[in-house]
């Protein structure tokens, strides 16, 4: 739900409008996060060594 939507709907104050304002609020205060899965490239001498089969 958006807030926007809540105010419509609670036309006076209500707690649920009053709780996800606070939380937009604490919300815009925190820095935004971001994960990206990267795959490391094969550095020299990282390789596991070769075996021979007899």
């Excluded at 815009?28 to 596991?48: N, R």
Aim: aromatic residues 0%; hydrophobic residues 35%.
């Amino acid at each position: 739900m958006n807030l926007s939507r809540i105010e419509t709907l609670c036309r006076s104050r209500c707690a649920q409008n009053d709780q996800l304002a606070s939380a937009i609020k604490i919300a815009e205060k925190k820095p935004v996060l971001s994960a990206e899965a990267v795959t490391p490239k094969p550095q020299i001498g990282d390789e596991e060594p070769a075996t021979e089969i007899p």
